[in-house]
């Protein structure tokens, strides 16, 4: 490891499973975890026999205490430990996007993110973003543009569409164009998706 | 058949799918969300060989791997996969492999990261087999035999070898012709690259076998499931609800429903089996590779007097599918003979990929016209209208054909007059051309069931066994199911995907959704309907032939004023269930088809041989459309397909190794949001006789004439024939400098 990579840490880091020094926090006693977080499901039916970790994941305005292997990325610890089902995972290497998430504000694919780097950051899943049956615009947008086909990369779509807005909610055609870029769709649906993205960015001009 | 109801209230209409909400909030459930308790996780070890002999497999460390729970090979698993091979008999793991990336191992484990970790403690010993890559290379004598019959991949029926057909006389077609043309066009194997990778759970309770399949048909995925594990049907149960596209390509039952069944009886436990992207690209299949020679004979008005097509496609090691080639059924051929060579190589398997025979071969046919054209010192477009089908296979009447009207409404949506240039007069950096060709797809209808549940409450519940791909086909069972019952849409529930709950249906195949089920689906109204005037006709006092139902009201037909809601009519009835089995047929002199012309203009960079494509015309004849909104969605996703299958794809195989370099979205380059224009589609209208209120086939037309459409735009552009998919910059500044 050379001096530009001091603090950082590699997925091969991990897999050597040596993860645990690199990033020199020690594990989380449940002392520290707040009182109204939710217990994940036991980690005999989860991710992984190497070495573990208990972390606090802020996940849609919720605590949850969670135990993962040092190796799982956060893609798979929503779907398999949290129950959140709606980020897809269709490359599992950074290429789809049907992963997409927010963290910290900024779309970013939880399938290249490890589980344990994302202590302390506030992560919007789809499930995160209707206020109960009360749905955000730009899914109401994605209903009416017909934005799913099969479906399948559309949370994606949706929150590399909404991290756009947040930054740019008067975005043009190209923008949102170049905003969902990251996120591919097999059935070639791209022309309704964008419609949808510009249909709530031409409601803020 | 369809009632011949003029004005529908919700069939032809624009209205949101009516499962918008699952799938916008992430609700929708697909094969790989489901968890069950106590499931394991699984995964594949491929072949990294094109053809080889295991010679041992010693899996003693990986089962000692704390986690692992079952691991099974050809030894321990000899399952058999019928519709995996139709010509030589395949097993879910076989020996020898017969290409890099055929299964040979799979391994069950408390999670995925120790069923990784666990295939790498597999130690196989491989005795490598002589191997062939190329098509024709395959043909020759001394290859190396694939399968035990040879290389020409020989089976029963649709699976025969040679493909062969003709009809007229073809000797006295090129007699007549005033010119006649031969060339060669080469297509290549690409990826359905559907965004959900392959993903089975299954369960056994007590010997019954339950499989939540990411499958396009459950009905089918059922029968193959139980054939091959010698169940009864009533022992097996398919679930798909929700699944993340196929494209062909997820039809049926596969290897990995298997491979996870077997790992869930040997582990006792329910286990989830799931490809990563690679298995998905090296270990399934994509279209057809072609080589394509036409002899075309063309009267000097440009009449086409007789079309021979000699071609040889690679199926790689199984024939899952024909191999056909059938882009020319949309031009009137008196004279016409093709045969085609279904041969196995050692490559991944080639099967279904939307219109599995088509856009390979309007490609090179809708290409080499446009050729033809060009030497005669003809348009496209008045090449294209003279010579469009008109009959099917120069004898039997379409049951509808709008062909013309798409060519004249597409020519001028884009202003074909204005814009169309003598190939390659296109000046400056970026050249700037326009192109045509015509496609579409065959239709009929066929079996189909469906139930309706009439609630006391006045809702419906219809139950069909479609699950839904990306069609829409949940909400076009609804929407059909408002229209022919007479209620509002919002009444109406759809239950699907189950095969312990709902009826048969044929999957999600071929375009045959609405068509088949849909059609029962109206006669299960039909009869539903029947039942509620005998219950509502006492409380009207009237005879029941005297009701009508419409808007979610029972109303009498000579008076509307006397009338009850749906509701209070069937309050004190239980349960009324309409259902129906339809198999309508055609008349013995009819062929159904859609049809459709597409345009494009693209922009092609001569320095860089980059090509944009900048505007798309496609309009389609497909009789009435149920809903507008998933229907046009449907023709841009087919488009978007066919710019990606034009421009940028192909799964490279190295020639030396025989494996796959580029097996993975970023390599296999699908299209993105940045290279896909805004794509216009207009349906020209026109209700069929037969189909479900008139409508046609969908989903699989628009994929048909893109790829033709855009090469053809680029020769107007460069002047130069790229004869040779994908057309990717550099075969477009070869050609420049040739």
């Given amino acids: 490891m050379n001096d530009d990579n001091k603090g950082k840490v590699s997925r091969r880091t991990f897999l050597k499973g040596l993860g645990g020094g690199a990033i020199g926090t020690a594990v989380i006693s449940t002392g520290l975890v707040k009182s109204d977080s939710v217990e994940a499901y036991s980690p005999e039916s989860s991710g992984g026999v190497g070495t573990r970790k208990t972390l606090n994941l802020k996940v849609n305005g919720k605590s949850y205490k969670v135990e993962v292997e040092h190796r799982s990325t956060l893609a798979e610890v929503l779907r398999d430990q949290l129950g959140l089902t709606g980020t897809k995972i269709g490359c599992d290497r950074g290429e789809c996007g049907a992963c997409t998430v927010m963290i910290g504000g900024r779309n970013m694919y939880s399938c290249s993110q490890l589980a344990v780097w994302m202590e302390g950051k506030e992560i919007l899943t789809i499930e995160g973003l209707a206020k109960g049956d009360k749905l955000d615009p730009l899914q109401e947008a994605f209903i009416e543009y017909d934005g799913p086909q099969c479906g399948f990369c559309t949370s994606g779509q949706i929150m590399s569409g909404k991290a756009l807005l947040l930054k740019n909610p008067q975005a043009n055609e190209a923008q949102v164009r170049r905003g969902l870029s990251g996120n591919l769709c097999r059935c070639g649906n791209y022309n309704r998706e964008v419609a949808a993205v510009l249909a709530v960015a031409n409601k803020a001009r | ?738």
């Avoid at chain 2, 000097?300 to 191999?323: C, E, F, H, W």
């Avoid at chain 2, 794509?679 to 479900?692: A, M, Q, R, S, T």
């Fill in chain 2, 1 to 738: 058949m369809a009632q011949a109801q003029k004005e529908y209230s919700v069939v032809g209409k624009r209205i949101p799918r009516v499962d918008g909400f699952e799938r916008v909030t992430g609700q929708a459930q697909y094969t790989g969300d489901v968890q069950l308790p106590g499931m394991l996780y699984a995964r594949v070890l491929r072949s990294p060989h094109p053809h080889a002999k295991i010679i041992s497999i010693d899996t003693s460390k990986a089962e000692k791997l704390p986690g692992v729970k079952a691991v099974i090979h050809h030894e321990n698993a000899k399952v058999p996969w019928a519709s995996g091979g139709h010509t030589h008999q395949r097993f879910i793991f076989n020996n020898p492999v017969r290409f890099v990336g055929d299964a040979v191992a799979a391994v069950a484990a408390t999670d995925r990261h120790t069923a990784e970790d666990a295939l790498k403690l597999i130690e196989v010993k491989y005795e490598k087999l002589p191997y062939v890559l190329d098509a024709n290379e395959a043909l020759k004598p001394d290859a190396p035999k694939i399968a035990p019959q040879g290389n020409l991949s020989v089976g029963k029926g649709s699976f025969s070898a040679p493909i062969q057909e003709s009809w007229g006389d073809l000797d006295k077609g090129f007699k007549d012709a005033d010119r006649i043309f031969e060339d060669t066009y080469i297509t290549k194997h690409h990826n359905n690259a559907q965004m959900e990778r392959r993903v089975s759970v299954a369960k056994w309770d007590a010997g019954k076998l339950t499989v939540y399949a990411s499958t396009q048909g459950i009905s089918n995925a059922r029968t193959d499931i139980a054939r091959d594990f010698n169940l009864p049907l009533s022992r097996v149960r398919v679930i798909c609800k929700y699944m993340g596209g196929g494209f062909g390509n997820k039809n049926q039952a596969q290897d990995y429903d298997y491979m996870a069944a077997m790992l869930a009886k040997q582990s006792g436990q329910p286990v989830k089996l799931e490809f990563t992207r690679e298995d998905d690209f090296i270990g399934m299949h994509g279209r057809w590779a072609t080589e394509q020679k036409y002899k075309i004979g063309v009267k000097k008005d440009g009449m086409i007097t007789a079309v021979q097509l000699d071609a040889v496609a690679n199926m790689g090691a199984y024939r899952k599918q024909s191999g056909n080639l059938s882009g020319t059924d949309f031009y009137s051929i008196p004279n016409f003979k093709k045969i085609i060579l279904p041969v196995h190589t050692n490559t991944v398997v080639a099967a279904n990929f939307r219109a599995p025979s088509y856009p390979q071969s309007v490609y090179a046919f809708a290409s080499f016209l446009d050729n033809i054209a060009h030497e005669m010192g003809i348009n496209p477009l008045d090449m294209f209208m003279k010579n469009r089908v008109q009959k099917y296979k120069g004898k039997s009447a379409f049951s509808s054909n709008y062909l013309e009207e798409c060519i004249v409404e597409g020519a001028k949506r884009i202003a074909w007059n204005d814009k169309w240039h003598k190939p390659g007069a296109s000046t400056g950096v970026i050249k700037h051309g326009i192109g045509m060709a015509l496609g579409g797809y065959q239709y009929g209808p066929g079996l189909g069931a469906a139930a309706i549940r009439i609630n006391p409450d006045g809702t419906a519940h219809v139950l069909v066994g479609v699950t839904d791909i990306g069609t829409g086909a949940k909400s076009t069972m609804a929407i059909i199911a408002a229209e022919a019952l007479g209620v509002p849409l919002k009444q109406v529930e759809v239950t699907h995907g189950d095969t312990d709950v709902t009826p048969y249906s044929v999957g999600e195949s071929s375009s045959r959704t609405t068509g088949y089920t849909g059609t029962a689906v109206i006669a299960a109204a039909e009869d539903a309907r029947r039942q509620i005037f005998n219950v509502a006709a006492p409380q009207l006092k009237v005879k029941a032939e005297e009701l009508d139902l419409r808007d979610g009201e029972v109303f009498v037909k000579a008076d509307p004023t006397q009338k009850l809601s749906l509701g209070r009519a069937v309050s004190r009835s239980g349960e009324l269930i309409g259902r129906a089995t339809t198999n309508p047929r055609f008349k013995d002199d009819v062929q159904g088809k859609s049809f459709a012309a597409h345009f494009a203009e693209v922009a092609v960079d001569s320095v860089t041989g980059h090509v944009k494509v900048t505007r798309y015309v496609a309009v389609h004849d497909s009789g009435t459309i149920i809903n507008r909104l998933p229907a046009e969605s449907q023709v841009k996703g087919g488009v978007t397909q066919g710019i990606g299958m034009a421009l940028t794809e192909e799964l490279i195989i190295d020639k030396l190794t025989g494996i796959p370099i580029n097996p993975n979205y970023r390599d296999a380059k699908v299209p993105t949001h940045l290279e896909t224009p805004e794509i216009e589609v207009i349906f020209v209208e026109h209700p069929d006789p037969y189909g479900p209120f008139g409508g046609k086939v969908v989903g699989e037309p628009p994929i048909t004439p893109a790829v033709g459409t855009i090469a053809n735009a680029i020769f107007n552009a460069t002047g130069k024939r790229i004869k040779e998919l994908p057309i990717t910059p550099d075969k477009i500044l070869q050609a420049r400098l040739v």
